[in-house]
């Protein structure tokens, strides 16, 4: 079986804020996470963080730390692949 992983699209992503009780989602790399989880944990701080909610995040994340393992430390927040508008059905 497939992995049960979602197709979002950036008009999807762009509601993921982490703002009116919904979670805070990024795209890395072609994927999109739930950052909502790893928020307190980040040593950059929750600011920071979130500067990078409800978009791409890949262009900020690698001008900060590129050495940074986010497919390994997101892995368990995957929530599926980044897709371009209207490909999420099919
Ligand atoms: C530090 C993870 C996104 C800003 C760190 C560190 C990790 C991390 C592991 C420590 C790195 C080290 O000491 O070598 C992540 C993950 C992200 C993410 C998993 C995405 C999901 C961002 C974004 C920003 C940011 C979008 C800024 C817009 C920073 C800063 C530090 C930092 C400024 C340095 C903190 C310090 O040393 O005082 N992050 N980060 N991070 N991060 Fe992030």
Redesign the pocket.
């Known amino acids: 079986p497939g992995a049960p992983y979602l197709k979002v699209t950036p008009s999807m992503l762009k509601r993921q804020t982490g703002r009116r009780g919904k979670d805070a989602w990024?795209a890395?790399g072609g994927r999109v996470?739930n950052?909502s989880p790893?928020l307190p944990f980040?040593?950059?701080?929750e600011p920071?963080?979130l500067?990078?909610a409800g978009r791409d995040?890949t262009k900020?994340?690698g001008e900060?730390?590129p050495?940074?393992n986010?497919e390994g430390?997101?892995a368990s927040s995957l929530i599926g692949m980044l897709v371009e508008e209207g490909e999420e059905t099919g």
Not at 42 to 45: E, N
């Open positions: 990024t890395l996470y950052i790893y980040h040593p950059g701080g920071e963080l500067r990078c995040g900020l994340f900060i730390h050495w940074v986010y430390m997101l």
